[in-house]
């Protein structure tokens, strides 16, 4: 119970620290509303391009604003030494480690229901395979938020997340099926693509809104769980490693 107490007190602490700040709220809408705007206006508001563009605009949304709130506010607290007297307080380094990264989740999954809620202006969404859709927004921002823990643990100062974080979201971008099918990618960045845990959120949601998923949504959503854990894994291990010992 005093586990769990302390991981609510480190999860609110962080939301009135960073996420419910004003300019990262207006950060977090205006950024999905930015690509959404971008991406509706060139397929011309047709139905049938915004059912194809939604999935990937939400996982964009998820992934931009996971990774970039997380690899920077996990990072500036070990800069500034704070993280170390979280270390102090009585839960488990997994725990702790979920408490971090709970924040960004949530703040990753109200991110990724602003361009939805766009779409559902342009498109009827009755048709929308919802209870696909809704664990899949959940764990693409958990699997964001492991990457963005993996890369804040990685680093040393806040504008080496950053540049971190793009080596891994801009490839994603081309390479997850977001906006670009896998089939008609060159047949050596084929085994890349299925690397990357983005690429079976992407095929979950492409299958929810318009029935185009490559794989069966069971094999999808547990290898998006195994990727998740994973990058979890390996975050811990480095906070061992580099922060700790």
Known sequence: MREWIAFWNILVKDMRAYYLKPPNISWGLIFPLAWTGMFFVKSGGEVSSVMSLLPGVVTLSILFGTTSMLAVTVTFEKRNRSFERLLLAPISLELLMLAKTSGAIAFG????????????????????????????????????????????????EVFEAQTFSNFFRFPMIFLCG?????????????????????????????????????????????LLLLFCLLLFIVSLKNVRTRWIL
């Open 109 to 156: 999954v109200a991110n990724a229901f602003v361009p939805i809620v766009m779409g559902a202006f342009l498109a009827d969404l009755s048709g929308v395979a919802w209870p696909s859709v809704v664990p899949a927004v959940v764990l693409i921002a958990v699997a964001s938020a492991f990457l963005g823990l993996f890369i804040a643990v990685s680093v040393s």
């Open 178 to 222: 977001l906006f670009f099918p896998i089939e008609k990618l060159p047949t050596f960045l084929k085994p890349l693509s299925y690397m990357l845990p983005l690429t079976y959120g992407a095929d979950i949601l492409h299958g929810a809104f318009s029935g185009s998923s490559v794989l069966p949504p069971v094999a999808d959503f547990g």
